[in-house]
């Protein structure tokens, strides 16, 4: 028979709690973009994430030297594998021929985990990384790590982009005892766009088409085995076999995609509405035509929705308190006498530490051709600075060992970061203004250097290719440094602006003073007359002004 998974109620939700890692991923291809790059974003959301930027040299083995492979989430040692006689230089999540892997966790059947794999997920990806060139070979070199040394994480939805195709792949494990996963590659066509958010999203594909798909050879045998499937095979779709839909599955992650193709085409996406808002099984289109041309800043400010204007606008009720903050601190469902409720889960959220868009150009040098726009904390109050592929180190304020989640130091980016975003929590709709402000400003600057630096770069690599690579690598070297410097300065006027619930006004960016040379009187800016009318509404008894009563 045909699968059909109906939405269920609260009390089910509570069982797709989403993973640590709950991201989001954006696709564009290369007609879909405005300048003919591919593009992925991703956002690694973890509360135990310390955003930094990977870096891996190229390198040469000698035969039989073996790799040691640990779970990215947790650190814990799997074991080990042999390694490549060659790998390549792998930038965050992108490497030096402008391959790049991102990834959300859907978690689906939980039976279907091997704690005895050797490879997590997130290894899968820094591994592919350093072995392949493009994602055709990447999906191949996925699949067949997982055959061979077995996959030890759950559910999981890839994004695989190089400078011409991109593609979704999704794969889920065969249980304990029984090594190797079950997986399916799409590519998206030319001219659309995709997203995923920590739910499968691939449903029926075409079994016939090897240019466009690819599985493994029993991804349908063995749900039949399973008994999670008993229609006909071209009937059979991958995210109801493995990755059931229950109400968490639509409102916490689904939606997140609905938010991200709404931007880009919201006239088609209108139907969808009542889908994101868990009223309704229609699934989404696993890839759509956009409206218009998409550049890397549009897909930046994807990465930055909290369902502004929409029906889940996180702006709107109470919970977004007297500065419309559009966060909700976790847990992600909590309970009111017996009753069990839930918040929103945005694609801009606090436990982020870092996230990128990746873009990929065809049309330069591999070296210079790929920028991973890479920002860590909040996407909402970062930004996105230019990590070139060709680059041969890091910069120290976004490297390795710079500080970590315990250790607090204005040396990293990270922490400079957090410390305007933590800030902007409180005071929200104040602050977030003047955090757009030089947000906007960085990001339209670097977005004007790299298209010199592009040309530059060119010129040199033409003469030079490894002085291109120095020259790349100072180029973004400095401007991370720069934009760290200029973010905690904003953190320190920000401070002083807003102190104490007050106003210190000022003029781009100098604040007043008296004629006697001292500081201006504060303004006192209160509350919305929304706010003010939920506290008249909770206490007004309590707190009108009153006459005193009269004497006996």
Known sequence: MKRFIALVGVAAMLFHITPANACTNVLVTKNASVDGSTMISY??????????????????????????????????????????????????????????????????????????????????????????????????????????????????????????????????????????????????????????????????????????????????????????????????????????????????????????????????????????????????????????????????????????????????????????????????????????????????????????????????????????WFGVDDAASTVYMPMYAGMTAVPNCLAKGTGDLLNFTWDASFWVFTFVSNQAYGRYSHMIEDIKKVQTELEDNLTSFTAAIDQSAKALYDQNPELARQFLTDFSINQAELVTERWRKLGEFLLVKYNDGNLHEEENGVFKRNEHGNPAHAKFPGYSQDYYKTIVKDAGDHLKLRELPAEN
Request: net charge negative.
């Open 43 to 372: 956002a690694a959301d973890s509360h135990d994430l310390y955003g930094e930027l990977y870096f891996w040299p190229a390198a040469t083995y000698e035969p039989g030297t073996m790799l040691k492979v640990y779970e990215w989430d947790t650190g814990k040692y799997l074991g080990e594998i042999p390694q490549a006689s060659q790998t390549y230089t792998v930038i965050g999540n992108m490497n030096e021929h402008q391959l790049t892997i991102a990834e959300t966790t859907f978690g689906g059947r939980s039976e279907l985990r091997d704690n005895n794999g050797l490879i997590d997920y997130g290894s899968l990806i820094y591994i592919t990384l350093q072995r392949a060139k493009t994602a055709r070979e990447a999906i191949q070199v996925m699949t067949e790590l997982v055959a061979e040394h077995g996959y030890y994480s759950s559910g999981e939805s890839f994004s695989i982009a190089d400078k011409d195709e991109v593609w979704v792949m999704e794969m889920i494990g065969k249980g304990e005892n029984n090594k190797g996963a079950v997986w399916v590659a799409v590519r998206i066509p030319d001219g659309y766009v995709s997203a995923h958010a920590n739910q499968a999203r691939i449903t029926t594909f075409p079994l016939k088409d090897k240019e466009n798909c690819l599985y493994s050879e029993d991804v349908i045998s063995f749900a039949r085995e399973k008994g999670y499937f008993d229609g006909k095979n071209k009937d059979f779709s991958f995210a109801d076999a493995y990755a059931p839909l229950d109400f968490g599955a639509v409102r916490f992650c689904d939606a997140r995609v609905w938010s991200a193709f709404n931007i880009m085409n919201p006239a088609d996406m209108g139907k969808y509405e009542e889908y994101a808002l868990g009223n309704s099984t229609e699934r989404m289109p696993l890839y759509i035509k956009p409206d218009r041309k998409i550049s890397h800043r549009d897909v930046m400010n994807i990465m930055r929705d909290h369902y502004e204007g929409t029906a889940l606008d996180m702006t709107k009720d109470a919970g977004a308190g007297p500065y419309a903050k559009p966060y909700r601190f976790r847990p992600l469902t909590w309970e009111v006498e017996g009753e069990k409720y839930f918040n929103e889960r945005a694609i801009a959220t606090q436990q982020t530490g870092f996230s990128f868009v990746a873009q990929m150009r065809n049309w330069l040098p591999d070296h210079i051709g790929g920028i991973l």
